[in-house]
């Protein structure tokens, strides 16, 4: 499926192994942030853009 970027406007595939797949399966109007956006959401605006921080951290990990 295609996504863009809630934050960097970009598009991006997202596939079954993304992280993100399952809960954008779930909810077609979730928003998606890409893994560069989500680092850099780390250290700011977790509560104003209602991000879960626990699934950005696990995000993160996956990816090293
Ligand atoms: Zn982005």
Redesign the pocket.
Known sequence: MEKK??????N?IISSTDLQYKKLIQNPHALY??????RGMQKDAQTSTGLNPDMLDHHDKYLR
Do not use: D, P, Q, V
Not at 5 to 10: A, E, H, I, P, V
Not at 33 to 38: A, E, F, G, V
């Open positions: 970027c809630l934050s960097c406007r970009k991006y942030i890409c893994t560069n956006c989500s």
